[in-house]
């Protein structure tokens, strides 16, 4: 995956034009629907299910730590180098990330405890494919990412073109709007395991659900440059602890079943089809009633996946015997 996206990546580059760009987006596509499930996996068959909480909120702190830098080193070396830097930082972290991917020794990997299956060897074979249809908490949680993300998906993208249209400053306003929501997904990142070993999941599920009606309302009714800084830490807030508790939520579903990586890339690809919608309802919204009218109606999309959490709670985020330790020590950025 890492290959065939720095390839599409320089291809587009190289030649611009219809073929390269959506050439490029589709294999973009394909390597997201592959890329959350298999690393989710990796993640589970490295430290179990005891620890799988406190692992996933420590990977989205890396991830969101490097899209900071990421967005740091693309603005210097743009100004310095311009298209050769690019293409020289792409090519940087793909071989960074294929010799860490290379690094993980596959005897450390517990296979069928990624997959969801128990140590025992006991334990019955994978279920069968039906397993995910059959599983009311899996179809509650697809359900209620779709709503969320139909309702929060285009919302940093109107923010983004809303200022800079305003403010004729679109790389400013843009590297702003970005990083002031990975700073704040950073935060959440540090914040979730504690709050689902002190709270619950389901309460860290409903913090994420209400940060996006927050969101679409302050969004409308602000029009101040000042606006982005609650709007893109509410987006980390929303976004950044449902990415945290989302594959914790699947593996509890699944646990036993060894389906967790198809359940998750199920949910993924549902989430994913909400979100690809709702780009369009937000341009139709726009146009017809301008930026505020779009923010109110996303924002309010979003009390109903909160409406379909709270009908579903029990369902979607399970309580496990013993689960209110799963969360281990609150540090993230550490060693284990």
């Known amino acids: 995956p890492v290959i065939?996206?720095?390839?599409?990546?320089?291809w587009t580059l190289a030649s611009p034009g219809n073929a390269s760009?959506?050439?490029?987006?589709?294999?973009?596509?394909?390597?997201?629907?592959?890329?959350?499930?298999?690393?989710?996996?990796?993640?589970?068959?490295?430290?179990?299910?005891?620890?799988?909480?406190?692992?996933?909120?420590?990977?989205e702190f890396w991830n969101h730590a490097g899209n900071v830098v990421s967005l740091a080193a693309i603005y210097f070396a743009t100004a310095a180098f311009g298209t050769k830097g690019i293409i020289a930082l792409m090519l940087l972290s793909a071989t960074a990330t294929i010799v860490s991917v290379l690094a993980i020794q596959p005897q450390d990997i517990d296979h069928d405890v990624a997959r969801g299956l128990a140590h025992d060897d006991g334990t019955p074979g994978p279920s069968g494919i039906t397993v995910l249809f059959s599983r009311k908490g899996l179809l509650l949680l697809a359900g209620v990412l779709m709503i969320f993300h139909f309702g929060n998906a285009p919302m940093s993208r109107l923010i983004a073109q809303d200022f800079s249209i305003q403010l004729?400053?679109?790389?400013?306003?843009?590297?702003?709007?970005?990083?002031?929501?990975?700073?704040?997904?950073?935060?959440?990142?540090?914040a979730a395991p504690f709050l689902i070993r002190r709270f619950s999941l389901a309460t860290v599920f409903i913090i994420a659900l209400m940060a996006l009606p927050i969101r679409g309302a302050i969004a409308g009714w602000f029009s101040s440059y000042a606006v982005i800084f609650p709007v893109q830490i509410l987006d980390g807030i929303g976004a950044g602890l449902i990415g945290i508790a989302t594959p914790v939520a699947a593996e509890q579903i699944l646990s036993g079943t060894g389906r967790?990586?198809?359940g998750l890339a199920a949910v993924m690809t549902v989430q994913g089809i909400g979100a690809s919608l709702s780009n369009?309802?937000?341009?139709?919204?726009?146009?017809?009633?301008?930026?505020?009218?779009?923010?109110?109606?996303?924002?309010?999309?979003?009390?109903f996946a909160?409406?379909?959490?709270?009908?579903?709670?029990?369902?979607?985020a399970p309580v496990r015997p013993g689960a209110s330790n799963q969360g281990g020590s609150p540090a993230i950025a550490s060693g284990s």
């Open 168 to 190: 004729d400053t679109p790389f400013r306003t843009t590297a702003i709007i970005t990083g002031v929501s990975q700073l704040s997904m950073i935060a959440m990142a540090l």
């Open 21 to 59: 760009v959506f050439g490029g987006q589709s294999a973009t596509a394909i390597v997201g629907a592959v890329i959350g499930p298999a690393l989710m996996g990796l993640t589970l068959g490295l430290v179990g299910e005891a620890r799988f909480s406190r692992q996933v909120a420590r990977n």
């Open 306 to 316: 909160l409406a379909l959490f709270l009908i579903g709670r029990r369902e979607i």
């Open 4 to 10: 065939l996206v720095t390839l599409a990546a320089l």
């Open 280 to 303: 369009v309802v937000a341009g139709w919204l726009t146009n017809y009633g301008g930026y505020a009218l779009a923010y109110w109606v996303h924002g309010t999309i979003a009390l």
């Open 260 to 262: 967790f990586n198809v």
